[in-house]
């Protein structure tokens, strides 16, 4: 028997069945590229011990940069008084300015040293007290005679200035505290400038200061400037004093904003500024200079008083009845019993 062939079938191709979508890649499994990075509790804690770091270290080197000076003065002393008192003086030396700066802040080149402004600042029970003494008055420097106050601190630096205060006042001076003119500058521009608010609009070359009327923002130069005008206000070296008061017032306001300890560059700048820009009085420590840039910040508000020696005329003789109460109040501790009336911008006169 012959075989039987079989005629040529192509092969069946398996009937396609329904598609399944292909699922997305979990979004719980990231790939290795795409990975984001998740702060862990840990790592947020390292970074608030550095930032805790910063805050602690940068005063402490600041500390460390800050000059000392003598100011306490032989012989005979008032005897330790209740409270805290500061002698806050403003050296009008050139000395830590370049010639193209004294050019700029319009200093001049006086030779020597004189106190271009002078300051109690009284802490304890009571508000605190901001005091300017006219740097005209004209008061008993020992072994000099009779002259301006402010010639003390240049015949005999902070030890004559001390000793002068003390025994025209009874007031007895526990902390020194000593800034510059490029000094106040910097700390101006540390803290990013401050608000100023004349009473009218000031202009004098010799100040290099030229600002409108009313509330505004100033640099350090204009700062400057402003708080060392005396030729463009009938008052002369009372409202300077008073414009004074107010910068320093204003500088305490900013540094002890938020905004300075969140931004690291500004708290480093004003830190750094302050220890370049003052000099303390020997056995100063942090903690008493914290104590007074603390104080510093309110003494222009509710909680604190800012005025003049009492004083009876534009030659800036103290007043005969109203300075001693004054100076009683302070050396007793008693600022909370002090009146507008011995208290004032102008030291009581209009």
Not at 68 to 83: C, N
Not at 240 to 245: F, G, H, L, M, S
Request: glycine share 10%; net charge negative.
């Amino acid at each position: 028997m012959g075989t039987q062939q079989r005629p040529y079938q192509p092969p069946r191709r398996p009937e396609p069945g329904p598609v399944r979508p292909v699922p997305p890649p979990s979004s719980s499994r990231p790939s290795r590229t795409g990975r984001r990075w998740r702060p862990r509790p840990r790592h947020l804690l390292l970074l608030l011990v550095a930032w805790l770091v910063f805050l602690i270290g940068v005063p402490i080197y600041a500390w460390s940069q800050v000059e000392e000076v003598p100011y306490t003065p032989d012989g005979d002393r008032p005897d330790d008084q209740p409270g805290t008192t500061y002698l806050l003086v403003g050296s009008d030396s050139r000395g830590d300015l370049s010639e193209e700066e004294r050019t700029a802040l319009g200093t001049g080149d006086a030779a020597g040293q004189r106190t271009d402004t002078i300051l109690l600042l009284h802490t304890g029970s009571g508000p605190n007290l901001l005091m300017s003494i006219p740097r005209d008055s004209v008061v008993e420097v020992p072994g000099y005679g009779t002259t301006k106050i402010n010639a003390a601190f240049a015949f005999g630096g902070a030890p004559l200035l001390t000793q002068t205060i003390e025994n025209e006042t009874g007031i007895r001076v526990d902390e020194y505290v000593e800034i510059g003119f490029g000094g106040f500058v910097d700390v101006v521009d540390a803290v990013g400038g401050v608000e100023i608010c004349p009473r009218e609009a000031m202009k004098d070359p010799l100040a290099q200061l030229d600002v409108r009327k009313g509330c505004q923002e100033a640099d350090g130069a204009t700062a400057l400037g402003y708080a060392r005008s005396r030729k463009v206000s009938a008052l002369g070296d009372i409202d300077r004093a008073r414009r004074q008061r107010e910068v320093i017032s204003a500088i305490g306001a900013k540094a002890v904003s938020p905004w300075t300890v969140v931004n690291p560059w500004r708290y480093w700048r004003l830190n750094t500024a302050g220890a370049d820009a003052v000099a303390v009085g020997e056995g100063m420590g942090p903690v008493r200079a914290a104590m007074w840039a603390s104080a510093m910040t309110n003494v222009n508000g509710d909680d604190g008083l800012t005025c003049g020696v009492p004083i009876a005329n534009l030659d800036v003789d103290w007043d005969p009845e109203r300075a001693p109460q004054m100076f009683s109040a302070i050396i007793e501790d008693d600022t909370e019993s002090i009146t507008p009336e011995l208290c004032s911008p102008t030291g009581g006169l209009q």
